[in-house]
């Protein structure tokens, strides 16, 4: 079992940053995928970014590129999501999840593990 716990979320106003991270615990983090997801309401969950367990591969869905960077620190098993110039379409739950398999993965059913979510709300 892996449990995972976000934080960071909050209100920022368009052109604002929020850096989200993951704590994990319960097994080996390096031997981890890990993905940044988010849900809108009236939404379904989409991809966001992920990151293999040695910080090698990285993905990231094409709305966020350049804006968002994710990152790891295995040493601290904690998994970060930096998002400058946030828009108010970036406004949704993030979700930060694991997978045991060894590259990136943008679909979520590649996942076993899942944190409760964090809000992130950006204003116009």
């Known amino acids: 079992q892996v449990q995972l716990v976000e934080s960071g979320g909050g209100l920022v106003q368009a052109g604002g940053s929020l850096r989200l991270s993951c704590v994990a615990s319960?097994?080996?983090?390096?031997?981890?995928?890990m993905g940044w997801f988010r849900q809108a309401p009236g939404k379904e969950r989409e991809f966001v970014a992920a990151?293999?367990?040695?910080?090698?591969?990285?993905a990231y869905t094409d709305s966020v590129k350049g804006r968002f960077t994710i990152s790891r620190d295995n040493a601290q098993n904690t998994l970060y999501l930096q998002m400058n110039s946030l828009k108010p379409e970036d406004t949704a739950i993030y979700y930060c999840?694991?997978?045991?398999?060894?590259?990136?993965?943008?679909?979520?059913?590649?996942?076993?593990?899942w944190g409760q979510g964090t809000q992130v709300t950006v204003s116009s």
């Open positions: 999840a694991a997978t045991a398999l060894y590259s990136v993965y943008s679909d979520v059913r590649n996942y076993n593990y």
């Open positions: 319960g097994r080996t983090f390096k031997n981890y995928s």
């Open positions: 990151i293999s367990g040695s910080g090698r591969n990285i």
